[in-house]
Nanobody, 124 residues
């Protein structure tokens, strides 16, 4: 069982930055693929970014590429999402999720463990 707790959301003006964190309670954190998804009001949950268990491989949705950066600290069981140059369309609830060897890292259905989500609101 893995428990995930996100933090760091809030209200920011367009062009600003936020840093989200996800803390995991598991002894085998370094075995897990970690991802961030987001869900805007009235929309489907969408993939944002992925990081491999070692942290050596990452991937981003085209909509955030060049603006968001994912990183993990396996010694601290945390994964962070640095979000820069925020836009109003980034407004959503952001969720971190974890899985070992997901079939498709971009699919929400590959993940059994989810955090409760943290709200990010970008005002224009």
């Amino acid at each position: 069982q893995v428990q995930l707790v996100e933090s760091g959301g809030g209200l920011v003006q367009a062009g600003g930055s936020l840093r989200l964190s996800c803390a995991a309670s598991t002894r085998s954190f370094s075995n897990y693929v970690m991802v961030w998804f987001r869900q805007a009001a009235g929309k489907e949950r969408e993939f944002v970014t992925y990081i491999s268990p070692s942290g050596g491989s990452t991937a981003y949705a085209d909509s955030v590429k060049g603006r968001f950066t994912i990183a993990r600290d396996n010694a601290k069981n945390t994964v962070n999402l640095q979000m820069n140059s925020l836009k109003s369309e980034d407004t959503a609830v952001y969720y971190c999720a974890a899985a070992i060897g997901p079939a498709s890292y971009r699919s929400q259905y590959s993940y059994h463990y989810w955090g409760q989500g943290t709200q990010v609101t970008v005002s224009s």
